[in-house]
């Protein structure tokens, strides 16, 4: 008998031409390395149905319906019409015990229709990579995907060299993104595009404002991106491949590829192997949202106004709202981080300790945690002097009522990238010790214990990691 999920599955009521239905391809010896209980509870799933078979695909939960959505997405500015779940399955949908509706994807789990050249698999590294950032995000309070499980197969992948093959179990709030708009304009589906604004609003309320379901819909979406950037950034990190098939409408981060959270402060930093221009660098994150914001307009054009220019001020009056709704939360952010009033006042203050860090080559995590110690702070510069001075200013400045405050938004720790790097390989050899105590850690990124453990310790130079990969 098959383990009981309590799914609901309303993706896949949808027009068959959304998705492709498949089973997951089955795996030779799966066995389990992580399972999440917490979020399993928190889905209103019994712990105990996750099995190897169940994670790795080998064994359909009853009631799962599993399909490949079909997408397609604009990936570093060049568009292709269709991508699609080309190594991923949605099994199902399931309602969580704070009424939310999440989805469940196995990712790894096989060719689909979608998958072009690929194999369909994911290798372990990559996979465990998701699981310690997501997770790490998760605590960090930043909207994201989750990690519920993780299995290896028991097969190699092909890449530059053999790998242990891996499957991931993700949890989300939905995998609809841009380029699921995207894929239907392309087609000129209007019918696809009218049900999928419908849908979307139906499960993510649309928190924006406007005449149509669709301007509702854009506002929201906005809304979301511009508070989801502003989180990023308040905490150093770059996602790295920030195609439109990578933007959830749900404001959840999602796809952690070649993801890296920044050491020495550098808006010009960019880990990504791909990136040979450095299109997702730091700095450039809140404009490539925008440009994807723009690209999820012109899908809804017609849904809109009937008349074309019309449905163009529609489209740019909505568009125009977020470069300041991301100023907005980037200064709360920001200030919050340094016990400020969010006001436009003290934004030069946040501007003028971020060109002290660039400066002296301070490290963007450290530097925030130990504002409450100034000669540890100051430690981190090449050139102290100047953070002395900002750090005057910031003494009178600062919220005596806002600083205790501090501690919660400035963590400790991050994923450090040598210690990710130094953790899948260690994985990849068979050693999951320094995995699981990175991963034990990252839960609680805001605690003092962590300090002086290598946790919160910056890289030596020969440890620094300069290119993260995909891995796909």
């Not at 199902?92 to 698999?121: H, N, Y």
């Not at 300790?353 to 450290?366: I, P, V």
């Not at 990710?420 to 990849?428: I, K, N, Q, R």
């Amino acid at each position: 008998m098959t383990p009981a999920i309590a799914f609901d599955n309303t993706y896949a009521r949808l027009p068959e031409r959304f998705f492709v239905r498949q089973p997951p391809v089955p795996v030779r010896d799966p066995k389990r390395i992580y399972r999440n209980d917490a979020l399993a509870e928190a889905l209103g799933i019994d712990a105990k149905t996750l099995t190897a078979d169940v994670l790795a695909g080998n064994a359909i939960p009853e009631g799962a319906d599993p399909l490949a959505m079909a997408y397609a997405g604009h990936q570093f500015g060049g568009f292709t019409p269709q991508l699609g779940d080309g190594r991923a399955l949605l099994i199902g949908e399931v309602l969580g015990a704070d009424g939310a509706r999440r989805d469940i994807q196995l990712k790894g789990s096989g060719r689909t229709p979608f998958s072009r050249s690929g194999d369909g698999r994911a290798a372990l590294g990559p996979v465990l990579r998701e699981v310690l950032i997501g997770e790490a995000m998760a605590a960090l309070g930043i909207p994201t995907t989750r990690a519920l499980a993780a299995v290896t197969t028991g097969e190699p992948v092909l890449r530059e060299e053999a790998l242990p093959g891996a499957i991931l179990t993700r949890v989300a709030a939905s995998h609809i993104r841009v380029g699921t708009f995207q894929y239907f304009a392309a087609r000129r589906d209007s019918d696809a595009l009218k049900t999928l604004v419908d849908y979307v609003n139906a499960r993510h309320a649309p928190s924006g404002t406007g005449e149509s379901p669709a301007e509702r819909l854009f506002h929201g979406v906005i809304a979301r991106q511009a508070s989801l950037i502003a989180s990023w950034m308040a905490v150093g990190f770059i996602h790295g491949v920030m195609n439109t098939d990578n933007m959830a409408l749900s404001g959840e981060t999602i796809d952690y590829g070649p993801c890296a959270f920044m050491d020495s402060y550098d808006p010009a930093t960019v880990y990504s192997s791909i990136d040979h221009g450095g299109r997702y660098a730091y700095a450039n994150q809140p404009a490539i949202a925008g440009w994807n914001l723009a690209r999820l307009a012109e899908t809804l054009l017609p849904l809109f106004a009937e008349d074309e220019d019309a449905a163009l001020k529609i489209a740019q009056a909505a568009l125009d709202t977020f470069a300041p709704s991301f100023q907005a939360a980037h200064r709360a952010r920001f200030c919050a981080k340094l016990a400020l009033a969010p006001t436009h006042d003290n934004t030069a203050l946040v501007n003028d300790l971020l060109s002290a860090m660039h400066a002296g080559a301070a490290d963007f995590t450290l530097t925030f945690a130990h504002l409450d110690d100034p000669a540890a702070a100051r430690a981190l510069f090449t050139e102290p002097a100047v953070f002395d001075n900002w750090h005057a200013r910031w003494s009178t400045a600062r919220d005596p009522a806002l600083t205790a405050a501090m501690a919660e938004q400035n963590p400790r720790i991050i994923p450090r990238n040598h210690l990710v790097e130094a953790a899948l390989d260690a994985a990849t050899e068979g050693d999951l010790a320094p995995f699981e105590a990175l991963h034990a850690a990252l839960k609680t990124p805001f605690d003092r214990a962590h300090d002086g453990t290598i946790f919160a310790t910056p890289p030596k130079p020969y440890e620094v990691v300069r290119a993260t990969f995909c891995g796909t």
